[in-house]
C-alpha cells in the first residue's frame, strides 16, 4: 500500500466513524448554500505537524474548498499563530474540523515531544528512535510526526526489519538458537532483513558477540555504568541501542557512553496534544 493509499483509506474510515449517517447538527441549522472562512490558531509553543494531512481531508470532504496555507510541517509555531485559512460551504468545514483538529494535535504533539529529545542530543552522533508503541491505524502518521520532530523510524511494523527480543529468546531456546533459526529462515525465504537483537545482561552481550550474524544489539534496560562496558565490549563490530529508562533527564548519559540509537517509546504513547482551535472568521 502506498502512503497515498493508506492516507485515503484512513480519512475514508474517519470520515464514516465521525459523520454516520449525517451531521444532523449542522444540517439542521446551517443552510446547504451557506459559505464561510475558518482559520487555524495554534494556542501552545510548539512543532507543527499534520498540515498535509489537513489538507487531505478538506479537499477529501469537499474538493471545492479553497485553502491558504501560511506554516508548513516542521514550523517552530507559538501561541496566536495562524497556519491556515479555509473557504467554502459552512457544512463542509464543520464536517471537517474535528477530524483535521485530532490529527494536527496530536501529530504536533509528538513533534514537539520528539524535538525536545532530539535537542538533548546536540553534538553527539547518537539518533533518537521511535517504536512499535503507536496508536492502531494511525502508525504511519505518528511515525511521520516522528521524523518532523528531527528524529527517524525504527522499522515501521513487523515486516521491514528482524528484531529478536526477550520473549523470541525465551521460546527459541536461548540466543545461539534464536540468531541461527532466524538467519536460516532470511535464507530460505531470500529476504535480507537487518537483524537486531535485544540483551538484557552483559553475559547476553557477550554470548551475541560470539554468536554473531546479526547487525545490532539492543541494550535493553542497562544502567549507564553497564551500557559503557557493553559499547566497549561490541567495540563498533555492531550498530548499538540503548532502549528502556530513557528520560529527558537521562537521554544524554545514555548517549554519551557511545551508543548509535536511543529508542524511546514514549515518543508515540505518552505525549500531550498540542492545544489550536478551528475558528470562524
Known sequence: MTIEEYLDQFIENAIKEDVGDGDHTSL??????????????????????????????????????????????????????????????????????????????????????????????????????????????????????????????????????????????????????????????LKAKNKNLKIEIEARTIQDVEKIIEVGHIDRILLDNFSIENTRKAVSLINGCYETESSGMITLDTIRDYAECGVDFVSVGALTHDIESLDMRLKAF
Do not use: W
Open 28 to 185: 439542521s441549522c446551517i443552510p446547504a448554500s451557506e459559505k464561510g472562512r475558518m482559520h487555524l490558531i495554534i494556542k501552545q509553543n510548539g512543532i507543527l505537524a499534520g498540515v498535509e494531512v489537513a489538507l487531505r481531508v478538506f479537499q477529501k470532504i469537499d474538493k471545492d474548498i479553497k485553502l491558504r496555507l501560511f506554516l508548513p510541517d516542521g514550523s517552530e509555531v507559538k501561541k496566536g499563530d495562524i497556519v491556515l485559512e479555509v473557504e467554502g460551504k459552512v457544512q463542509s468545514l464543520l464536517l471537517a474540523e474535528r477530524l483535521v483538529l485530532n490529527i494536527m494535535q496530536r501529530m504536533s504533539g509528538i513533534a514537539t515531544k520528539t524535538s525536545r529529545y532530539v535537542s538533548k542530543l546536540k553534538g553527539l552522533k547518537t539518533k533518537v528512535l521511535d517504536t512499535r508503541k503507536t496508536t492502531p491505524g494511525m502508525r504511519l502518521l505518528e511515525k511521520a510526526a516522528v521524523k518532523i520532530g528531527g528524529a527517524q523510524n525504527h522499522r515501521i511494523g513487523l515486516y521491514d526489519m528482524i528484531l529478536i527480543k526477550d520473549n523470541h529468546i525465551d521460546f527459541a531456546g536461548g540466543i545461539e538458537q534464536a540468531i541461527n533459526k532466524t538467519n536460516e529462515y
